[in-house]
């Protein structure tokens, strides 16, 4: 299974003519350059007023437009807890990135990244806010952040970042809950198949 996984994808090329240029590998100068990357990832994030960091996953997919700049679409899975445990917010992050890559040409590929993103969540009350119907919301947020890359063989892509994410808190029955902020970082790493 792993000779064919490596056949198909010495086959692609620059110079197949027939395929679309998202689906060619490059090379350039020694270096292979994928133009399409799909994976998973885990980090730790942080809002600005929750009580404490998680942890979180998801799956993103990279399109390398040029050398230097991609595009990633992520989703990602996050709890939290505000006001003294009593509210729990599941939010799934949908964000639409651009990657620049300053030195297209290192093995080992720094980035900068910025992008914007919606963001769903579900507000559970309990404790001392129990008699609260909880809520759906969702909300516009961007985000900004560098972090790095490299393509181990031509398959495996391994990469780590740090985003600092912005979020428009949505308008929620609770008021206590209206003035908390949910602006966050998070540091994420992962891996992904290149193509």
Same mark, same amino acid.
């Given at each position: 299974?792993?000779?064919?996984?490596?056949?198909?994808?010495?086959? $692609?090329?620059?110079?197949? %003519?027939?395929?679309?240029?998202?689906?060619?590998?490059?090379?350039?100068?020694?270096?292979?350059?994928?133009? @399409?990357?799909?994976?998973?990832?885990?980090?730790?994030?942080?809002?600005?007023?929750?009580?404490?960091?998680?942890?979180?996953?998801?799956?993103?997919?990279?399109?390398?437009?040029?050398?230097? !700049?991609?595009?990633?679409?992520?989703?990602? =899975?996050?709890?939290?807890? =505000?006001?003294?445990?009593?509210?729990?917010?599941?939010?799934? #992050?949908?964000?639409?990135?651009? !990657? !620049? =890559? #300053? @030195?297209?040409?290192? #093995?080992?590929? #720094?980035?900068? *990244?910025?992008?914007?993103?919606?963001?769903?969540?579900?507000?559970?009350?309990?404790? %001392?806010?129990?008699? !609260?119907?909880?809520?759906?919301?969702?909300? @516009?947020?961007?985000? =900004?952040?560098?972090?790095?890359?490299? $393509? *181990?063989?031509?398959?495996?892509?391994?990469? %780590?970042?740090?985003?600092?994410?912005?979020?428009?808190?949505?308008?929620?029955?609770?008021?206590? *809950?209206?003035?908390?902020?949910?602006?966050?970082?998070?540091?994420?790493?992962?891996?992904?198949? %290149?193509?």
């Amino acid at each position: 299974m792993s000779a064919m996984l490596t056949l198909c994808l010495a086959l $692609l090329s620059p110079d197949d %003519a027939d395929l679309p240029a998202a689906l060619t590998v490059q090379e350039e100068k020694g270096v292979d350059a994928p133009r @399409f990357s799909i994976g998973a990832h885990v980090g730790w994030f942080e809002p600005k007023d929750a009580e404490d960091g998680e942890m979180f996953y998801g799956l993103q997919a990279r399109l390398y437009l040029l050398r230097w !700049l991609g595009i990633e679409g992520s989703i990602d =899975f996050q709890k939290s807890d =505000f006001i003294d445990d009593d509210a729990e917010l599941t939010t799934v #992050p949908v964000q639409l990135t651009g !990657l !620049l =890559f #300053p @030195f297209p040409h290192l #093995p080992f590929r #720094p980035y900068a *990244l910025a992008g914007a993103g919606w963001y769903f969540t579900e507000v559970e009350y309990k404790g %001392a806010l129990s008699n !609260l119907d909880d809520e759906d919301e969702s909300a @516009f947020g961007f985000h =900004f952040g560098a972090g790095a890359e490299i $393509l *181990l063989g031509r398959v495996l892509m391994l990469y %780590a970042d740090i985003r600092w994410t912005f979020v428009d808190e949505p308008g929620v029955d609770n008021s206590q *809950l209206d003035d908390e902020e949910w602006d966050f970082w998070q540091a994420s790493i992962g891996a992904g198949i %290149a193509f």
